[in-house]
């Protein structure tokens, strides 16, 4: 399977980011074929009004390297998996815009709009998460937002790994072994059991048959 691994933090080697690179090696240890970006290395701009940006050929008009890596990684990845700091209990402003940006390629006014809203449906998804704070909400507000995307795109949500720390590294530090938890959450990605029911889910009555 392919998997895009999106660390947003601007520190490289932040707690976000070794979390990230844990998911990655996990991945790589399960044989999967595995992308993986910093969203500072090719994210230049917040969207624009596309009504003025686009050219006339109807592309993108911001020249930076986002429609390489979101057509080249992201759209073809089978799983995709988002790595943030928590700042001021939401996402990085990287990975917002990250999202916020596919709106100028998804939009009827792409030419290539249908292709690319095929390719966004339908992966696994996955979240990781750094924070100071133990507090159980404070990752509240984006575990919502990934959760409502992968309904809004029909993908399964497939759970989220949490590790504490705020010194570069103080995730190595956290007791509930989040590095670990990160490796084996890549590990087992496309393979964990996944459910989001509705009222009319056919169920068995077990989870684990």
């Given at each position: ?27 790589n ?38 429609r390489?890596v ?48 095929e ?48 010194a570069?590294?103080?995730v ?26 509705q ?11």
């Amino acid at each position: 399977m392919k998997a895009f691994v999106l660390s947003s933090s601007p520190r490289r080697n932040g707690n976000s980011s070794i979390l990230a690179q844990a998911v990655r090696d996990g991945l790589n240890e399960a044989g999967h074929d595995v992308e993986f970006a910093y969203a500072d290395d090719f994210i230049g701009s917040f969207l624009r009004d596309c009504r003025q940006c686009r050219k006339p050929d109807g592309e993108c008009a911001i020249d930076d390297g986002f429609r390489s890596v979101f057509f080249e990684r992201y759209l073809p990845a089978d799983g995709f998996i988002a790595a943030t700091p928590i700042y001021w209990y939401g996402a990085a402003a990287q990975l917002k815009a990250f999202f916020d940006r596919a709106f100028c390629y998804y939009a009827a006014s792409h030419p290539q709009s249908a292709e690319v809203i095929e390719g966004m449906l339908g992966k696994r998804v996955g979240l990781v998460l750094s924070s100071e704070e133990t507090f159980p909400m404070v990752s509240g507000g984006i575990v919502s937002q990934i959760q409502e995307f992968s309904r809004y795109t029909r993908s399964t949500f497939v759970g989220v790994v949490h590790g504490v720390g705020n010194a570069r590294g103080d995730v190595h530090k956290d007791p509930l072994d989040p590095v670990g938890c990160a490796r084996r959450f890549g590990h087992e990605f496309f393979t964990r059991h996944a459910t989001d029911y509705q009222l009319d889910t056919p169920r068995s009555g077990r989870v684990w048959g």
